[in-house]
């Protein structure tokens, strides 16, 4: 089955898959599913087991962490175009986060048979798929050691303790 | 300039019975000011008034029994150490200072916890506007080199901290007959024949220091390092007060004060934690050392024959113990000396010095108005008689040199 084109114009705008020629953008689409959500539902929680990343189409979906009873960290707001869930996908650990839906959200989901059939049959796109992965990677870890640095200055600054001085 | 950033803020997920949730921005100052401070548990420290008969305001003393220091509290500041019980927060301690002043400093709050924090409380050691000047101008050999030396110099340190049960025994001895009447007796008696001795000897004091001959310098150096020795001597007296009054010597040892002035010391800080009386004697006891080698000096210098350089070497001992006994007891030169310290405690300022050469500044540079009540009087008062006793030590020093040189 062919897919549609509005498809294969969003999966362009997607940072993943902005280097792929059109028959292997065809190919891909063919191995994604697509996931609703309502708003407020959970797709997983924080320590499910999860073969599966998610590239969000429409809506918004707010990845969060466990503090303490019912209070969680927010760790990121994703919206269309941009994906999540993707560790799992690669090294088959657990969910590192809890992801829920904060607006009615379309996600088209990627799961391991997909990314295997891809790097098989298009290595070149696989190739520019995990480049840009990478790239994605290093953002993420830059925003991670940031959100670590921002979350000690919380600390010190809630806290009123003077490090300075001592 | 660097710009202060903002707070720092935490986005939190907050989930509610149903499937649904609320995200949440919470800034540090929330966290701030919803914290519980809790201090600590009774026994882990001490208050203590410090009553003032010059200040409108009264002040405490805190001792933190863990780290064995000590922080001044202004009332408000009392007040507000003892809401913090770890149940009530921050924003409530806050409301109960408003109910209670009528007013809300903001600056309060932040600046008390600080020093509570801190309650490795107060750093005793005094910095050296020279050492600043010095680290200012690094690129210099000389500075680089003169720093560098001080610095060594201040790395040596003999002393010890475990010597309470020493000066207990001290005590135990015969150290505590110096704190009794007869003792009292004995030092006035000192002091009255040592001064008529030294006023005779005043008399001919050219006749006196010819006495040194050619060996003026060799005389003056001896004196010194006599002097010296009978600082140890005066800190040995502090600490055997404050054992007397069952309060603990944290430290005796030898340093070298802002890295060139040699010197012993003794921390009797705890001292702090006794009456006022005890602060008192503490203080006065150590200078009394002088008073009485001052006056035996002077006494050996009368019965010595005149112009032989026992005589000189004697009269000018006598000089310098006596000068030390004044110089420790007048409160008035800029230096934190035991009379310095009688004094503040018995007007109830601890922070005297520092409240009057920071006002005396902000006069200087226009950032405070003339106001004359009795704190600013106190205060105009203490920095002037002390610029002026400086310059009349200085003054009588070089007299004395040249004297003796001469």
């Not at chain 2, 720092?8 to 997920?13: F, G, H, V």
């Not at chain 2, 049960?165 to 009292?184: K, Y």
């Not at chain 2, 006598?318 to 000396?337: H, K, N, R, T, V």
Request: net charge positive.
């Amino acid at each position: 089955m062919r897919a549609p084109a509005d498809l294969l114009r969003f999966l362009r705008d997607v940072r993943l898959f902005t280097r792929f020629a059109e028959p292997e953008l065809i190919a891909l689409a063919e191995s994604l599913h697509e996931r609703r959500l309502r708003k407020n539902q959970l797709l997983f929680r924080e320590g499910d087991p999860g073969d599966e990343m998610f590239i969000v189409r429409q809506g918004a979906v707010l990845v969060s962490k466990a503090i303490r009873g019912r209070v969680e960290q927010v760790l990121d707001h994703v919206r269309p175009a941009d994906f999540f869930g993707e560790m799992s996908l690669l090294d088959g650990s657990p969910r590192s986060a809890t992801v829920q839906a904060e607006a009615d959200a379309t996600l088209l989901a990627l799961d391991r048979v997909g990314l295997q059939r891809l790097t098989d049959t298009n290595p070149r796109a696989a190739a520019a798929f995990f480049h840009a992965l990478v790239h994605v990677f290093i953002e993420r870890l830059r925003r991670s050691t940031h959100q670590v640095a921002e979350a000690t200055r919380w600390g010190l600054e809630a806290t009123g303790l003077d490090v300075e001085s001592r | 300039m660097t710009e202060r950033p903002a707070p720092a803020k935490l986005e939190l997920l907050v989930r509610r019975d149903d499937e649904s949730f609320e995200v949440r921005e919470v800034g540090s100052a929330l966290g701030f000011i919803q914290s519980r401070p809790q201090r600590g548990a009774e026994g882990s420290f001490e208050v203590s008034e410090v009553r003032s008969s010059v200040a409108a305001e009264r002040s405490f003393i805190l001792k933190s029994a863990a780290t064995e220091r000590f922080l001044v509290l202004s009332e408000p500041e009392k007040f507000l150490w003892e809401q913090m019980d770890g149940n009530t927060s921050l924003q409530e301690i806050a409301t109960a200072y408003v109910l209670r002043y009528g007013e809300f400093d903001f600056d309060i709050i932040p600046n008390l916890i600080r020093k509570l924090q801190r309650a490795r409380l107060l750093t005793l050691e005094p910095k050296s506007r020279l050492r600043q000047a010095l680290a200012r101008n690094r690129g210099q050999r000389v500075a680089k080199a003169v720093e560098a030396t001080l610095t060594s110099l201040e790395r040596i340190n003999l002393s010890s901290r475990r010597v309470q049960s020493v000066f207990q025994r001290l005590h135990r001895w015969g150290g505590f007959v110096l704190f009794t009447r007869a003792a009292v007796v004995a030092c006035l008696a000192f002091g009255v024949i040592g001064g008529v001795a030294a006023v005779a000897l005043m008399r001919a004091l050219d006749d006196v220091f010819s006495g040194f001959g050619g060996r003026a310098l060799l005389g003056v150096l001896a004196v010194k390092l006599l002097f010296f020795a009978s600082v140890a001597l005066h800190q040995l007296v502090h600490g055997l007060a404050c054992v007397h009054y069952r309060r603990r010597v944290r430290e005796f040892g030898f340093a070298f004060l802002h890295g060139f002035v040699p010197t012993f010391y003794v921390d009797v800080t705890d001292i702090f934690m006794a009456t006022r009386r005890a602060r008192v004697v503490t203080a006065v006891s150590g200078t009394l050392v002088h008073l009485v080698l001052g006056a035996v000096a002077f006494l050996v210098a009368a019965h010595a024959p005149v112009g032989s350089f026992t005589q000189a070497f004697a009269v000018a001992s006598g000089i310098i113990q006596w000068q030390a006994l004044a110089l420790s007891l007048y409160p008035f030169c800029f230096i934190e000396m035991d009379g310095y310290h009688v004094f503040v405690d018995l007007l109830g300022v601890p922070t005297l010095k520092h409240d009057a050469v920071s006002y005396v500044k902000a006069l200087l540079r226009g950032r405070e108005r003339l106001r004359w009540g009795r704190l600013e009087a106190l205060w105009l008062a203490y920095v002037g008689l002390s610029s002026l006793s400086i310059a009349a030590f200085l003054a009588f020093n070089v007299w004395i040199v040249v004297s003796a040189v001469s």
